[in-house]
Structures are given as structure tokens and as C-alpha cells.
């Protein structure tokens, strides 16, 4: 589990005074391809040459993103050795790199629903008894709460 | 209700030939200002001068913006025109951009968990007995499942 204050303190080196915790997030994720790193993270991929095969990126575009994500303290890095190779580093995801799977869960549904097409996402959400999940609201006492009943308020003017 | 089958055909201008959900999603709101406008709108700003004030953003970023989420069916335009001004456009989320409430909802948790901040965010989601909701993962029966007891499966190769 990791420091939410240390992650605060990270994330702002990249965000600047960004006041809004919806600004701060955008900030680290509101890039095409921080979502698609996430992803495949999320499937297991840890090393660098397999992010960039399985999605198809350029290597420098690569290294910015994930140094975004590594200094926003999504993920982070370990050594390995191979046998007769040098030393490199793999990726790996925190906890908070993890918790950004709802949003990404949330893109996913969204982006099935209202853009289908025939090729089946490549990560599904299960629980332990391998049954697919789905994001959703929630009230107080965790019951869902259909979208078309949920009222967005403006709380404050500022942010 | 808008059809999903036209908001595809739509998007898919946006995205050439993406063929993955998340990618068509990210294709129109992996970008910073979707969703600010996107939450202003939410919060029920309809008019160009509005979204700017309100964003601080400059024109011609907020008129790409907007072009670009009407263009993908997440809003549409209506006509207004005040006493002796001439006529103006104003911007309204269809049921698509409404449902990107979700992912909003979430990365703005996200933001408060790991990003924490002492401004409030500017809109936050109510049942219709004034309750305040929250995104999560639920199983096929509506029960919410614990972040931490989420697994993300790689279901294809490809997408």
C-alpha cells in the first residue's frame, strides 16, 4: 500500500498547483497511451520491450509515458538480469496504479456501449469466482443506482 | 435516447479504424479539456461564453473541443438567440456524453484517494434522495466487489 501524501507530493511535480483532484488525474491519465500502458500492466506485461510490441508504440513515446507514470507514482521500477545480459528495469504497477483500473473499467463500458464493434476487449474484470464485474454508481449502502437516475450537482465554483 | 449504432459510425470519423472500445473511448475524451467540458456540462453549462469563463480556456481549444464531442455524439448543438443579438449555438450532453458520467466519477475518486487536495471538486454525483454516490466494481448480482478483490484477465491478444 502505498503513501497517499508521497503520491500527492509525486503527482504534483507533473500537475504544478493543479488544485482539482479531477485536473490532477487528467494530468497523469489524460493521455491516449498512459491508458493503454494501465492496460496492459493490468494483464501482467512488465518489461519495456513487451509494452512496446503488444502495443504497437514508439520506443521514445514509450519511455516519456512510462517515466510519467513511474514520477506520478502509478508504477514502478525493478531491476532484472537476464543470463550474459545487462541490467534492465521492468514496470510494475502500485497501488495506486492498480486503483485507476474503475476508470479504466468505466472507458472500456462506455466505449462498448456506445461505439460497438466486433473485436472483444483484451482485459475483462472478474471476482474470485471468475464472474465479470462491471462499474457502476453505488449509494451509501452499496446498492446500484442506474445512471439515468444519477444527478450530477455542482458543489463549488472553483474546481 | 440516442442510437448507439450512429454514435459508432460517428466516432469512428475520430478514430479511423480503432477497433477497441478503449481505444474509440480514449480517441474522444484522452484529452485533458473533454473532460472539463464534459463535467460543466454535467453541471449544466450550455453556452460557448459560459464553458470559457468557467474553464479559463481559450477559444480555439474550447471550439476543437467542441466540435470534437459533437462530432462524436456526445453532444449536440441547439440554436438560441437573445433580443437583439444574433443567433448562437448552444452545447447539450446527448445520453452518450451523459453516461461518460461514470468515468468522470471515477477518475475524480481516483484524484481524492491518491491526489488529495483541500479544494472540493466542483461536481459530485446524488441518487435522487440527495445521497452521495460513488463508482465501484459490482458483480452480476449489483454486489459491490472491493477494488483489492478485483482481478483483470486478459481476455484476446489483439484489443
Request: charged residues 25%.
Amino acid at each position: 500500500m502505498q503513501d497517499a501524501t508521497k503520491t500527492a507530493a509525486i503527482v504534483n511535480e507533473y500537475t504544478g498547483d493543479e488544485a482539482c483532484s479531477l485536473a490532477r488525474a487528467v494530468s497523469v491519465v489524460g493521455q491516449r497511451w498512459s491508458y493503454f500502458i494501465l492496460r496492459e500492466a493490468l494483464a501482467g506485461t512488465t518489461r519495456f520491450t513487451e509494452f512496446r510490441q503488444r502495443l504497437g508504440i514508439a520506443s521514445d513515446v514509450l519511455t516519456t509515458r512510462l517515466e510519467t507514470l513511474v514520477g506520478a507514482g502509478l508504477m514502478q521500477t525493478q531491476e532484472y538480469r537476464e543470463f550474459g545480459q545487462r541490467t534492465r528495469w521492468s514496470y510494475h504497477l502500485t497501488e495506486s496504479g492498480r486503483q485507476m483500473m474503475l476508470t479504466i473499467a468505466a472507458l472500456q463500458q462506455w466505449g462498448d456501449e456506445w461505439t460497438p464493434s466486433p473485436v472483444p476487449t483484451s482485459v475483462s474484470f472478474r471476482d474470485q469466482h471468475g464472474r465479470q464485474l462491471t462499474a457502476a454508481f453505488v449509494d451509501p449502502e452499496g446498492r446500484v443506482v442506474p445512471i439515468d437516475d444519477v444527478e450530477p450537482i455542482r458543489t463549488s465554483k472553483t474546481c
